[in-house]
C-alpha cells in the first residue's frame, strides 16, 4: 500500500521589520517596560454611578474607582452595567496612564502613534508617487500645450 506523504505546512510568525518601498519600519511594539499592578499599591472603591439608565444604574455599586497610591493617578470607570467589567476596563485604564508617566516616549500607547504615523506618511507618499505617474503619462499621451486643448 502506497503511502502519501503530504508536505507540511509551516507557519513562520510575521516578521517584526517590515520592508516597505525602501524603507523598513518596526512593527513590534515593546511592552517590556509596561508597568505591573500590585495590589497593595491601589486602592479600590465601588461607588454608584449615574447618568441614563434608570434603577439599573442608580442603585447599584458598579462605578470603578482605582487609585495608585504612590503617584496619586485616580482612573473612574462606569462605561458598563457590570462591576468587573469596569474593574478590568480601569485597570487597563491606569496601566496605560502609568505606562505613560513612566515609559514617555518609549509607552506602548507612544509607539503605536508612531507606527500609525508611519502608515500614514508612508501612504501619502505612495498615493502623491501615483498622482505624479498619472500626470507623467497623460502629459505623454495626449501631450501638453495650448495646442492640444
Given at each position: 500500500?502506497?503511502?502519501?506523504?503530504?508536505?507540511?505546512?509551516?507557519?513562520?510568525?510575521?516578521?517584526?521589520?517590515?520592508?516597505v518601498a525602501g524603507r523598513s519600519f518596526s512593527?513590534?511594539i515593546d511592552s517590556s517596560r509596561v508597568p505591573?499592578?500590585?495590589?497593595?499599591?491601589?486602592?479600590?472603591?465601588?461607588?454608584?454611578?449615574?447618568?441614563?439608565?434608570?434603577?439599573?444604574?442608580?442603585?447599584?455599586?458598579?462605578?470603578?474607582?482605582?487609585?495608585?497610591?504612590?503617584?496619586?493617578?485616580?482612573?473612574?470607570?462606569?462605561?458598563?452595567?457590570?462591576?468587573?467589567?469596569?474593574?478590568?476596563?480601569?485597570r487597563k485604564i491606569l496601566i496605560a496612564k502609568?505606562?505613560?508617566?513612566?515609559?514617555?516616549?518609549?509607552?506602548?500607547?507612544?509607539?503605536?502613534?508612531?507606527?500609525?504615523?508611519?502608515?500614514?506618511?508612508?501612504?501619502?507618499?505612495?498615493?502623491?508617487?501615483?498622482?505624479?505617474?498619472?500626470?507623467?503619462?497623460?502629459?505623454?499621451?495626449?501631450?501638453?500645450?495650448?495646442?492640444?486643448?
Amino acid at each position: 500500500m502506497l503511502r502519501r506523504i503530504l508536505p507540511r505546512l509551516v507557519r513562520f510568525p510575521s516578521p517584526a521589520n517590515h520592508h516597505v518601498a525602501g524603507r523598513s519600519f518596526s512593527k513590534a511594539i515593546d511592552s517590556s517596560r509596561v508597568p505591573v499592578l500590585q495590589d497593595e499599591e491601589l486602592e479600590e472603591s465601588f461607588v454608584r454611578g449615574s447618568g441614563p439608565g434608570g434603577q439599573a444604574v442608580a442603585k447599584t455599586n458598579n462605578k470603578v474607582v482605582l487609585t495608585h497610591k504612590p503617584t496619586g493617578i485616580v482612573v473612574q470607570c462606569h462605561t458598563t452595567r457590570s462591576l468587573f467589567e469596569n474593574r478590568r476596563e480601569a485597570r487597563k485604564i491606569l496601566i496605560a496612564k502609568l505606562d505613560q508617566l513612566y515609559n514617555g516616549e518609549q509607552s506602548v500607547a507612544a509607539q503605536q502613534q508612531r507606527i500609525e504615523q508611519k502608515k500614514q506618511t508612508e501612504s501619502a507618499r505612495r498615493k502623491q508617487k501615483l498622482q505624479a505617474k498619472k500626470k507623467a503619462w497623460k502629459e505623454r499621451e495626449f501631450g501638453s500645450g495650448p495646442e492640444h486643448e
